[in-house]
């Protein structure tokens, strides 16, 4: 089973960028299709953006097209998700979730992950 650990929250002024990285132990990531959610406060937890274990698909919530990028290193047992042009509405706990599965390329449906990090809290003042 793998264990997730998220970092590289922070606040940050409206406009500004931060990357947030997903550390993964106890197996390899390679193994596992990966993705960013988060929940601002009084909301539901939001799918944010999708890679596939080869990193030869991704998928990006509407909200954050053009702005967000995920990305993946698996030598470096990391995933990685840098936001640019950063809103308030993006305020939330960011959290990154792996699914295993066999296939490189698809993606999981976005109910479909089974292990999960604890999180991490992105701030963006007006």
């Known amino acids: 089973q793998v264990q997730l650990v998220e970092s590289g929250g922070g606040l940050v002024q409206s406009g500004g960028s931060l990357r947030l990285s997903c550390a993964a132990s106890?197996?390899?990531?390679?193994?596992?299709?990966m993705g960013w959610f988060r929940r601002a406060p009084g909301k539901e937890r939001e799918f944010v953006a999708a890679?596939?274990?080869?990193?030869?698909?991704?998928d990006y919530a509407d909200s954050v097209k053009g702005r967000f990028t995920i990305s993946r290193d698996n030598a470096k047992n990391t995933v990685y998700l840098q936001m640019n042009s950063l809103k308030p509405e993006d305020t939330a706990v960011y959290y990154c979730?792996?699914?295993?599965?066999?296939?490189?390329?698809?993606?999981?449906?976005?109910?479909?992950?089974?292990?999960w990090g604890q999180g991490t809290q992105v701030t963006v003042s007006s």
């Open positions: 106890g197996r390899t990531v390679s193994s596992y299709a």
């Open positions: 979730a792996a699914d295993p599965t066999f296939w490189l390329h698809t993606l999981p449906g976005r109910n479909n992950y089974d292990y």
């Open positions: 890679i596939s274990r080869n990193s030869g698909s991704t």
